[in-house]
């Protein structure tokens, strides 16, 4: 992308942010040509995170049986607000012919 140097001072942000995603911006001024080039390789917002730390106990939280059932109640709760009543797992489980 070629833009004059009076409408890179109105787009600065967004043409170096083009520029650093790997775009060519040029700007021409007075006649002369400048590309904008980033420093080193291109870097990806991914890239930019910051990992945390997690910690994990020994033993699993879902091993607690009074945490499993208030887990089970809410997402049912949430289930039957988005989506109408649960529907019956004895009912959708295939079942074996004799």
């Given at each position: ?38 420093e ?6 991914l ?14 939280l ?22 109408g009543p649960?529907?019956?797992r004895?009912?959708t489980?295939p079942?074996?012919?004799?």
């Open positions: 992308m070629e833009v004059p140097i009076t409408q890179f001072r109105r787009e600065i942000f967004s043409l170096v942010n083009l520029a650093l995603e790997g775009g060519e911006v040029w700007l021409t001024h007075r006649g002369r040509r400048v590309k904008i080039v980033p080193g390789q291109p870097v990806s917002r890239s930019r995170i910051t990992p945390m730390e997690i910690v994990c106990p020994g033993e699993s879902l091993d607690d049986p009074a945490l499993l059932a208030e887990m089970t109640r809410s997402w049912e709760a949430d289930w039957e607000r988005d989506f649960a529907p019956d004895d009912s489980s079942r074996a012919e004799p």
